[in-house]
Structures are given as structure tokens and as C-alpha cells.
């Protein structure tokens, strides 16, 4: 009995290895699209990008190994298909091509191409295809095109459960077309590229957006609805275009942490509703057009100088400028005479023609009376008020000033 014992336990331990071995070797095709995608680049293993030797991640894939073994590839542990796939700072240079074997990786949930060369790549309809896709972050790749043509937002409507689409620092162009549906994103990052044209009101579809990060040079009014965005936690609008009003809508904000809408054209005054934002712990509008007082109270008191400067017509503190400051009082110049049609030089004439008239006539026909009282009161009955003692003082003090 003890031999079939013995013989039991090391087929179970067989069979447990092939279980286990096979459990984690990743499919053969997602293995072979893999090597054919490193394969399509250029890459100096003596350049560093991000901090790291470039090419850490890709140096690991060999033909022969199990790919889910790769650095930067996360496979699914029951099918084996490549779900995960981070070569950012890679110092990739080359294109993606819309025939890449990229592309067959269609089970892919997360792709981090982010801070590498992959100019001059076009935008290209073929990232709509990764219907699984929930993190897409392709910033500081150098990838141009206009979006309007294709990716945002038409060629992600077919990816529900998009949640983060970070595009930051590329050569995309064109205007954002007012087509965004009911997406799943919580966060959209298409900050520093060439955007014009006016922000899409669509956005108010994205219901569930936290980061919203548009500094382009988009133009017009910024609009209400962007109010209706109660998730969101950071917005950066800055370095665009933007005309019109800061929206009161924005006092519906519930959530937002850090705002951001320096180096616009806003004007008005800072809505007082943004002082119900519990929340706002960063909050820049510097360099705009805005004036008025600055809203006092909760947050608002937490500010420095720095979220206002650049707005000429902004008082109230943190700034050193008062709102209720008093003008000293001015002198009468030139101009302002002028202004009011009033100069002195007539009176100074009228009042010495005046003056030799008067006394032509009194030579004539003498002192009169009535010219006494006037000017001098009756003879003899002019006395001297006696200085109340407080008086005295006070004449005395003023002397000595």
C-alpha cells in the first residue's frame, strides 16, 4: 500500500505543476503580437527617460519565455491573454502603424504608451477597437492628427468602459466635435495640445468625470453646464481663450478640489457661490480681466495673492488693494478748469476793474454810509471779543505748529 501511496502523491504533484505551468503561459498569438510590436521600433538602451534606463520593460521579452513573465505585461490568469500592457518611459521611437500587431491585442484593459518617440504616428481609429479598454494613456508621445477626423470622442464611443484618457502634451489639432455621450470617463486629459474652437457642452454627458484637464486655446464662454459635473474633483482650464463670466453654476461644485482657469480673458467678478466649495484647496484665476471684490469666507479665506494676480480691477484681500480706499482730494490744475469751462484770469481782470471803479466814486461824491456799514460796520462801535481762555491756548498751539 505504501508504493500506491507514493505513486499517488507524485502524480498529484505532476499534475498540480502542469496545472500551474500551463495556467500561466500566455497565448501564443498575444506572445507572438508582442515580439512583432517591439520588433517595429528603434530603441537606445543607452538613453534614460522618466528616471530609468529606457528600454527596462521591452529588454525582458525573449522569444521562448512566457510572455506573462514580461515586465510591463499583465496577462489574465485563467485565459493567459495579455489584459495589461505599460511601456511608458521606454524611449520607443518609431510608429504605430493602423496594421500594427498592437492592435491584435484585443483583450487589452489598460495601455501606458506614455513619454516615449512615436512621432509621427496619426491618430488612428484602430485604439477604438480595444473594446475592453478602461485606462488609455498615450501623453508626451508626440502623436499629431486632428481629433475631429477621428478619436475624440467618435472613435471611443465604442469603448463603455473607458474610465481615463490621458492624450497630455501631443500634437493633436482641430476642434472637440459636441458629441459626448453617456461615457464612463472620470478622467480626461487633453491638456497642451493645439484645441481651438468652444468647449464642448457634451462634456455634461460625462457624469461621472473627477479630472477634466483642457488647457488648450479653446475660445468663447465657458459653458454652464459644466456646473452639472458634481463629481469632479479637479478642473483645469487654463492657458485657453476663454471670454465671458466665470458661471455661477460652478458654486454647484460640491466635490472640486483644485480649480483652474489662469491666463484666460474672463471678466466680471468672482461669483460669491464658489464660496460654498468646502473642498477648494487650490484655486488659481490669476491672469484674466476679472474685477470687483474678491469673495470672502471658508476657502476663500485660505488664498494668497498668487490666485489673483494679473486681474487689474480686483481689490479686497489677500490683495494690498482696498476696495473702499478714499481719494485725497485734489487740486484744481489747468485741465480741470478747462474741463468745467472756469478760468482765472477773467475774474483776476474783473476784480480789479472793480476795484478802480469803486474808488473813482468814492472820490467823487465821498464816503457814503451805506459803503461803511458794509464793509467796516459803524464807526466807533467796533469792539474786540475777549478770547475765551481755551480759545487762547488752541491760537497759541496753532502758532507753534
Known amino acids: 500500500m505504501g508504493w500506491l501511496l507514493i505513486l499517488c502523491l507524485q502524480f498529484f504533484l505532476l499534475l498540480t505543476h502542469v496545472i500551474s505551468s500551463s495556467h500561466f503561459i500566455c497565448c501564443l498569438d498575444d506572445s507572438s503580437s508582442l515580439l512583432q510590436f517591439k520588433a517595429s521600433f528603434?530603441?537606445?538602451?543607452?538613453?534614460?527617460?522618466?528616471?530609468?534606463?529606457a528600454y527596462a520593460e521591452v529588454s525582458t521579452w525573449q522569444n521562448g519565455t512566457d510572455c506573462c513573465s514580461w515586465l510591463g505585461v499583465?496577462?489574465?490568469?485563467?485565459?493567459?491573454?495579455?489584459?495589461?500592457?505599460?511601456?511608458?518611459?521606454?524611449?520607443?521611437?518609431g510608429i504605430?502603424?493602423?496594421?500594427?500587431?498592437?492592435?491584435?491585442?484585443?483583450?487589452?484593459q489598460t495601455l501606458n504608451l506614455a513619454h516615449n518617440r512615436l512621432f509621427p504616428t496619426q491618430l488612428s481609429s484602430q485604439f477604438g477597437a480595444f473594446v475592453n479598454l478602461t485606462h488609455l494613456n498615450l501623453s508626451d508621445t508626440e502623436i499629431q492628427g486632428e481629433v475631429s477626423s477621428?478619436?475624440?470622442p467618435q472613435c471611443l464611443a465604442n469603448l463603455p468602459f473607458l474610465q481615463v484618457l490621458d492624450m497630455e502634451m501631443n500634437k493633436l489639432y482641430g476642434s472637440v466635435p459636441n458629441?459626448?455621450?453617456?461615457?464612463?470617463?472620470?478622467?480626461?486629459?487633453?491638456?497642451?495640445?493645439?484645441?481651438?474652437?468652444?468647449?464642448?457642452?457634451?462634456?455634461?454627458?460625462?457624469?461621472?468625470?473627477?479630472?477634466?484637464n483642457l488647457g488648450n486655446k479653446f475660445e468663447g464662454d465657458i459653458p454652464n453646464v459644466i456646473g452639472e459635473l458634481h463629481a469632479i474633483i479637479g478642473l483645469n482650464l487654463s492657458h485657453n481663450k476663454l471670454t465671458g463670466a466665470i458661471p455661477q453654476s460652478f458654486g454647484n461644485l460640491i466635490n472640486i478640489e483644485s480649480m483652474d482657469l489662469s491666463s484666460n480673458m474672463l471678466t466680471g467678478r468672482i461669483p460669491t457661490e464658489l464660496t460654498?466649495?468646502?473642498?477648494?484647496?487650490?484655486?488659481?484665476?490669476?491672469?484674466?480681466?476679472?474685477?470687483?471684490?474678491?469673495?470672502?469666507?471658508?476657502?476663500?479665506?485660505?488664498?494668497?495673492?498668487?490666485?489673483?494676480v494679473g486681474n487689474y480691477g480686483l481689490c479686497g484681500l489677500p490683495l494690498s488693494k482696498n476696495c473702499n480706499?478714499?481719494?485725497?482730494?485734489?487740486?484744481?490744475?489747468?485741465?480741470?478748469?478747462?474741463?468745467?469751462?472756469?478760468c482765472w484770469q477773467p475774474v483776476a481782470i474783473g476784480g480789479m476793474v472793480f476795484g478802480v471803479g469803486l474808488g473813482c466814486f468814492v472820490l467823487?461824491?465821498?464816503?457814503?454810509?451805506?459803503?461803511?456799514?458794509?464793509?467796516?460796520?459803524?464807526?466807533?462801535?467796533?469792539?474786540?471779543?475777549?478770547?475765551?481762555?481755551?480759545?487762547?491756548?488752541?491760537?497759541?498751539?496753532?502758532?507753534?505748529?
Open 179 to 212: 458629441t459626448f455621450s453617456s461615457m464612463t470617463f472620470s478622467t480626461l486629459n487633453l491638456n497642451s495640445n493645439q484645441l481651438v474652437g468652444p468647449l464642448p457642452k457634451s462634456l455634461s454627458n460625462c457624469r461621472n468625470l473627477e479630472v477634466l
Open 150 to 152: 477621428c478619436m475624440i
Open 325 to 342: 480706499k478714499i481719494s485725497p482730494p485734489s487740486t484744481y490744475s489747468d485741465e480741470h478748469e478747462q474741463k468745467f469751462g472756469f
Open 96 to 108: 504605430i502603424h493602423p496594421n500594427s500587431t498592437l492592435f491584435h491585442l484585443s483583450h487589452l
Open 74 to 93: 499583465t496577462c489574465d490568469t485563467i485565459s493567459g491573454h495579455v489584459i495589461g500592457l505599460d511601456l511608458s518611459c521606454n524611449d520607443l521611437q
Open 364 to 401: 467823487l461824491i465821498g464816503k457814503p454810509q451805506w459803503l461803511v456799514s458794509m464793509v467796516g460796520g459803524k464807526p466807533n462801535s467796533r469792539r474786540t471779543r475777549r478770547m475765551r481762555p481755551h480759545e487762547r491756548i488752541n491760537q497759541n498751539q496753532l502758532l507753534h505748529m
Open 42 to 53: 528603434n530603441i537606445d538602451t543607452t538613453d534614460t527617460n522618466c528616471g530609468k534606463l
Open 276 to 308: 460654498n466649495l468646502n473642498y477648494l484647496a487650490v484655486l488659481n484665476i490669476s491672469q484674466n480681466h476679472l474685477e470687483g471684490a474678491i469673495a470672502r469666507g471658508e476657502q476663500f479665506d485660505t488664498f494668497s495673492n498668487d490666485s489673483y
